[in-house]
């Protein structure tokens, strides 16, 4: 992440009063610490989650010959180890995300508390807290990103499907078969379809935590999302934070980062990120994403297309429409 200080801003669009927000260094306080320890564990593992889902290849090619020679077993058992390999990664992968759900609500939950009377109080006083949230939308959006761009995993996972059903009508053994029951590959099958699986998940979450906790009001949680996309607007388009990144890592966390809270915001609130009364500034947020090299933020500029659930609302104002559809 690189940088030293960010600027967070109030929610008030026309009066953004600053602070300062430690993304690199903040640890964490007594009172954050429980939460903090089980959160750090679930990050630990995120890095090699990403690192397995960049090198995950496909059996595409074994698919292809075992498809073409029906009647070669041997082709067929070379296909079908590739798949049964595989698919125990993109159940490891799918697990990863349940593990992400529960993080997330463990964050959620003081940071969104009545303890501190607004958000940029929390966001300022749990600032270890903060940052892991930022590293789980940060995780979010660069796991889709990858998961988009390769169509290997939804193919695996079909012939996987098939080829077990074909066993079991055929009642044929089906080694691999118990690691992953027709349940799981249910819902398995059910979060790949999705174009950005862990966004949606994170979405799901959201909305599940603000419905089970009736007594917090709902916009304690969106005024901790549109706060938090606020302090990476203004870190990004203002160049005497900018300077403070000691990296370009630091520019692409931002922008993922703001871009995940942005669609939360537009999942959870109930007029939407883009509605005349949404507290994030819409128009400076795309702005920002426009100032950056084209093809470092199209995948974020289309999830804000694809994946937010209010864009095509009558009441989205008509420019920021035109501006996320510029090509």
């Known amino acids: 992440m690189g940088n030293l200080l960010k600027v967070l801003t109030c929610t008030d669009l026309e009066q953004e009063p600053n602070f300062f927000l430690d993304f690199e260094n903040a640890q964490p306080t007594d009172a954050e610490r429980e939460v903090w320890e089980q959160v750090d564990l679930v990050l630990k593992d995120a890095r090699g989650v990403l690192d397995e889902l960049q090198a995950y290849k496909g059996a595409g090619q ?3 010959e075992a498809i073409q020679n029906p009647s070669d077993e041997a082709l067929q058992e070379a296909a ?3 798949v049964v390999h595989l698919v125990g990664k993109l159940k490891k992968f799918y697990q990863f995300s349940q593990r992400l759900e529960a993080a997330l609500h463990s964050l959620l939950g003081p940071l969104t508390s009545e303890t501190y009377d607004d958000p ?3 966001l300022e006083r749990e600032q270890a807290l903060a940052k892991q949230f930022a590293e789980i939308l940060h995780f979010t959006l660069r796991f889709d990103e990858l998961k988009m761009t390769n169509p290997a995993i939804q193919n695996d996972f079909s012939y996987y499907r098939r080829t077990l059903s074909r066993m079991r009508i055929n009642n044929t053994p089906a080694e691999g078969e118990n690691e992953v029951n027709n349940e799981m590959a249910n819902r398995i099958s059910l979060f790949y ?4 699986p862990m966004l949606k998940t994170l979405s799901d979450s959201t909305t599940k935590f603000v ?3 009736k007594n917090l ?8 999302l549109s706060t938090m996309a606020s302090v990476c607007k ?3 388009e203002t160049p005497e934070y900018r300077s403070r990144f000691t990296s370009e890592e630091t520019v692409s966390f931002c922008l993922r980062v703001m871009v995940g809270v942005i669609i939360l915001y537009d999942y959870v609130h109930p007029v939407g990120a883009f509605s005349k009364s949404s507290k994030i500034d819409m128009k400076g947020c ?5 100032d950056q090299p084209p093809n470092s933020v199209e995948g974020l500029l289309n999830a804000l297309r694809y994946t937010t659930k209010h864009l095509n609302d009558e009441s989205t104002n008509k420019t920021i429409k035109s501006m996320l559809q510029q090509q």
């Open 62 to 64: 074994e698919i292809r």
């Open 80 to 82: 079908w180890a590739a």
């Open 120 to 122: 940029t109080q929390h």
């Open 193 to 196: 379809a999705d174009a950005t």
């Open 211 to 213: 419905s089970e906790n």
């Open 217 to 224: 009001p709902i916009e304690n949680t969106t005024d901790c």
């Open 234 to 236: 203004v870190m990004l």
């Open 286 to 290: 795309i702005k920002v994403l426009r």
